[in-house]
């Protein structure tokens, strides 16, 4: 099974909560990660260069990807809980990797190729993200 890795260090940004304003009679819905440019711009970037480098080869368009993405938040000094239960909701920041993966170009033609994915949120240190997509 072809697969690559690559981790993204920093605060993960999830992607689908949206903010609404009424702007001159209209309304505009903008993300409320203000994180969300910076976090998908650097993980875009990393995946299209650990797919260069790890010589992945881009499937066809119908080829079922599997990916298995782990998110290390950095657990804030008054949080007592074990698990990271919290927000952000980790459909959420999924959704901020599977764009940024598609938005690569290398990798894959669209994120509707993933058929199986498993993804999880824990804290650590340091925010990191770290990816496995494989098919």
């Given at each position: 099974m072809p697969s690559f890795q690559f981790a993204v260090g920093g605060k993960p940004a999830p992607q689908g909560s949206?903010?609404?304003?009424?702007?001159?009679?209209?309304?505009?819905?903008?993300?409320?990660s203000k994180d969300l440019p910076e976090y998908r711009s650097w993980l875009t970037a990393c995946a299209s260069d650990a797919a260069s480098r790890q010589e992945w080869v881009k499937?066809?368009?119908?080829?079922?990807?599997?990916?298995?993405?782990?998110?290390?938040?950095?657990?804030?000094?008054?949080?007592?809980?074990?698990?990271?239960?919290?927000p952000p909701d980790v459909d959420k920041l999924v959704r901020a990797v599977l764009d940024g993966i598609t938005q690569a170009g290398n990798v894959w033609h669209d994120d509707s190729q993933v058929t199986r994915l498993i993804a999880f949120k824990t804290y650590g240190e340091a925010g990191l993200t770290?990816?496995?997509?494989?098919?």
């Open positions: 949206k903010n609404a304003y009424n702007r001159g009679g209209r309304i505009v819905l903008v993300e409320s499937p066809g368009r119908d080829t079922p990807m599997e990916v298995v993405v782990k998110f290390v938040l950095r657990k804030p000094k008054s949080v007592k809980r074990e698990h990271a239960t919290a770290t990816v496995t997509v494989a098919y």
